[in-house]
């Protein structure tokens, strides 16, 4: 079982640039999170999806932001002209349950710099 | 108030001592309850569930307090090892869905 797979592990990019994250749930596992970490701070939530579904998408900016979970293939979380701010390391998490105890399980992140 | 609250630390503890950390969280309808460790540049991982009658795991120890919001962890005979950021984690009660929602972390640095 390779785990939850994320990429690419480092990203850099221009202001104004896109920058696009992948990542692949563990193998059984159909829901997938995004959080977003700054440096020195805790994990805040961006976006919960199911395969072709997004459940909750209330952390995510309301602008330049967009997640998709497609029927085959990985989870994208897409940034439009990205700026510094942006900059941060951004997790993805998968779970296979909707009840009860709802471990999450977390790739090993991207780390996105911008320009 | 922010859904879930830690005290950042850090916390310096020497090799050997016990050291606690609280986590309170605002949704009295919260259902599931979780401590994640988080290793400086690294993915959070699992450390322990946190069960309503509180539960053990060699050294450390989780409890729920329902009346007073509240989780903690405990860790006896701290290791060098332990030094970490340690994450609570909450999930809301009966959602069709389960949002979870991290405390900012409380850092710990076990000095030799």
């Known amino acids: 079982n390779a785990g939850v797979m994320q990429n690419p592990r480092h990203l850099v990019r221009r202001r104004g640039q896109e920058a696009r994250l992948r990542c692949s749930p563990m193998k059984g596992h159909s829901h997938v999170y995004w959080y977003r970490q700054l440096p020195e701070e805790g994990l805040k939530f961006m976006v919960y999806?199911?395969?072709?579904?997004?459940?909750?998408e209330s952390g995510m900016p309301k602008e330049r932001f967009s997640a998709e979970f497609p029927k085959e293939g990985p989870s994208i979380l897409r940034i439009q002209q990205v700026v510094r701010g942006d900059s941060a390391a951004y997790f993805c998490a998968s779970s296979e349950r909707t009840s009860g105890a709802n471990v999450l399980t977390f790739g090993a992140g991207s780390r996105l710099t911008v320009l | 108030r922010k859904e879930v609250e830690q005290d950042p630390g850090p916390f310096n503890v020497p090799e050997g001592a016990t050291v606690a950390f609280n986590c309170t969280y605002s949704?009295?309808?919260?259902?599931?309850f979780f401590w994640y460790r988080q290793d400086c540049r690294k993915e959070p991982k699992l450390l322990m569930s946190?069960?309503?009658s509180g539960n053990e795991d060699g050294r450390f120890t989780a409890q729920l307090n329902r009346a007073s919001q509240y989780i903690s962890l405990l860790i006896r005979d701290s290791k060098l090892s332990d030094s970490a950021t340690y994450l609570c984690a909450v999930t809301p009660w009966g959602a069709v869905y389960q949002k979870v929602t991290f405390g900012t972390g409380t850092k710990l640095q076990v000095i030799p």
């Open positions: 999806l199911q395969k072709e579904n997004i459940i909750d």
């Open positions: 946190v069960y309503s």
């Open positions: 949704n009295s309808a919260s259902q599931s």
